[in-house]
């Protein structure tokens, strides 16, 4: 062991943070999953990036749904019907309020963030992407926002650019001026890195690529669950995220468009919800935002995430937000004490969110993983859905520990406890 | 013992911290490099065939304990074996990771520590990787591709079993 092994987790280099605003501890009682052993240890997850837990409000709200409301939307003409319609659409209009004030027939309901992206691609993109175009897509992009438009642009010839990052984490902006030229028809880049944790000036590189014409599509499958959305403001064309990283359950995701661009663009499903007229001799769809919800959708999971909105809401995002950067200081702090650990992305954290990727020197990822799952401790390990990123941090995969609104420092301690007993364990 | 120590014994951190087979074959005429892309685990195997008898291996594992130390001990093993007894081997490797085996074989020697494994499902695949790598590469040999850069894959492995 290090000469680090003298400090005990008791006398950490900053007294822990109080929460902003919010009380953890209600909080966690709220997540009825938090309260079991895993391998003879108190749960502590830390793989919130991956997906979120659930509280008894989203838990309740689907078994409710199939309880007293359980019928196909939109054109039933009976009493359950008419429920389930008011609870689906009130739950567009309440994620059109939560994301800035959006108007609600710009929010489409897809299967989660990587549909929501293809729907862009294979709408908006076979419309508006030809030969010799190109689309600018940053280094350190999830895959589902990166095989899209590298498919996308092998379908039509057009070329992918890169936008580099730096070693710090984050995006190399210096040459945005020339990456992004007259050629250029989107910008992909996500909003919240999943692996570094940044936070990119989504603002600042929309006004760029307006400024030459070209659109932008923002992933924010990190950044909706952590911080206060404003579409508006960022300035986006296209933003997409997903129910189930924000407390409400899987198979939910949401594409926001522009509303002329939605209005422009053909439609994805083509079937039954998203007609309008159909005959042997003609076709005619929907409006907005049914033309891209053809089939009948994902309609009980679509209703719970209103209750992950208001459970949120109720916490307001700004305190949500804060816990976290507090939380995320304590952990890069803490972290930072055990030798030779290397931690990726920016260290300030008015920079970036809770997801903290990081690598031993002598232990593997998925070995690191295994022994803290011994401990009852979830992370995750792997590539991170990142293969470009990895590449350049000249990795195969890192450990990643992310925090979220249940988890408080004593998570904190007791992942740094284990990473240390890990090293004992390992005898390196 | 429990599970963890049962995966994680001394013999496979042994061979963890000082994997065998690193020494450079130039006499090597079969090259095979294995991935497993759900870990990101990477093998390259370099195999001196000679007579149907593997005389020498060199293996350049870069991943997990559990892969890095089963290439290693393949290094140990093969050495001096028929491609048919280390296609035998490697199916008995096999057997023994999935729980098909009454009793570990006393002749593993020290292959048989990697029968903890089998309590982890999601780490049977890194325990195998050398060994689908090493088969493959001697496969293809013998068909006429000595040089044929193999990828295993998740999927790959499912047809084995």
Not at chain 1, 35 to 60: C, M
Not at chain 1, 129 to 146: T, Y
Not at chain 1, 354 to 370: C, E, N, Q, R, V
Not at chain 2, 31 to 56: R, V, Y
Request: net charge negative.
């Amino acid at each position: 062991m290090t000469d680090m092994a003298s400090q005990t987790h008791n006398d950490p280099v900053t007294a822990p943070p109080r929460a902003v605003g919010l009380d953890i501890e209600r909080v966690k009682a709220d997540f009825p999953i938090l309260t079991q052993q895993i391998n003879g240890h108190r749960l502590v997850y830390l793989d919130s990036a991956a997906t979120s837990q659930k509280p008894r409000e989203v838990i309740n709200a689907i078994l409710e749904y199939y309880r007293k409301m359980n019928s196909n939307i939109h054109r039933g003409l009976h009493t359950l019907a008419e429920r389930a319609t008011e609870a689906y659409e009130a739950t567009r209009v309440h994620t059109a309020r939560f994301v800035g004030g959006v108007q609600p027939e710009e929010i489409i309901f897809t299967r989660g963030t990587t549909e929501s992206i293809n729907l862009v691609a294979y709408t908006w993109g076979e419309q508006n992407i030809s030969k010799g175009d190109e689309i600018l897509v940053s280094e350190m992009e999830h895959h589902a926002n990166f095989v899209p438009w590298f498919e996308l642009a092998r379908r039509k010839g057009a070329i992918i650019r890169k936008l580099p990052i730096t070693l710090c984490g984050h995006l190399d902006l210096s040459e945005i001026d020339t990456l992004i030229n007259e050629k250029t028809k989107l910008v992909a880049v996500s909003h919240m890195s999943n692996v570094f944790g940044t936070i990119n000036p989504i603002r600042d590189i929309a006004a760029k690529a307006h400024e030459k014409g070209a659109l932008i599509l923002a992933d924010g499958a990190q950044a909706s669950p952590h911080l206060p959305i404003d579409l508006r403001a960022l300035g986006v064309d296209f933003y997409a995220f997903s129910s189930h990283k924000m407390l409400g359950p899987t198979g939910v995701g949401v594409l926001y468009g522009r509303k002329e661009l939605l209005e422009a663009m053909p439609p994805f499903n083509f079937g039954g919800e998203m007609i309008n007229q159909v005959g042997f001799d003609k076709v005619t769809f929907a409006d907005l935002p049914n033309k891209f919800e053809g089939g009948t959708p994902n309609i009980a999971d679509v209703i719970a995430f209103e209750a992950a909105l208001s459970y949120l809401e109720g916490l307001g995002m700004e305190n949500v937000h804060a816990h976290e950067t507090a939380i995320t200081k304590y952990a890069l702090e803490r972290l930072s004490e055990i030798q030779g650990l290397e931690i990726q992305g920016p260290q300030d954290t008015a920079e970036r969110g809770s997801a903290i990727s990081f690598t031993d020197p002598d232990i593997h990822p998925h070995d690191i993983s295994t022994f803290l799952d011994y401990k009852g401790i979830a992370i995750r390990a792997g590539h991170h859905c990142a293969q470009p990123l990895m590449k350049f941090l000249g990795k195969v995969a890192t450990a990643r520990a992310s925090f979220y609104i249940y988890n408080d420092t004593a998570d904190v301690d007791a992942l740094v406890d284990a990473l240390r007993e890990m090293r004992r364990y390992f005898g390196v | 013992m429990m599970p963890l120590d049962e995966m994680y014994r001394e013999i496979i951190l042994d061979h963890y911290r000082s994997p065998r087979g690193r020494k450079p074959l130039p006499e090597a005429n079969v090259t095979a490099e294995g991935h497993n892309p759900s870990c990101g685990d990477d093998i390259k195997l370099e195999i001196e065939l000679k007579d149907n008898i593997l005389q020498d291996v060199h293996v350049d594992c870069k991943g997990c304990a559990i892969s890095v130390a089963s290439g290693s001990m393949l290094a140990e093993t093969v050495k001096g074996k028929t491609f048919a007894e280390v296609s035998e081997l490697s199916k008995t490797i096999r057997k023994m990771l999935k729980g098909e085996l009454e009793e570990t074989p006393d002749n593993l020697g020290d292959l048989g520590a990697l029968a903890g494994v089998r309590q982890f499902p999601v780490r049977i695949k890194c325990a195998l990787l050398a060994w689908v790598t090493l088969i493959e590469g001697l496969d293809k040999y013998s068909a006429g591709h000595p040089d044929g850069k193999i990828v295993v894959t998740s999927e790959h492995d499912h047809e084995h079993e």
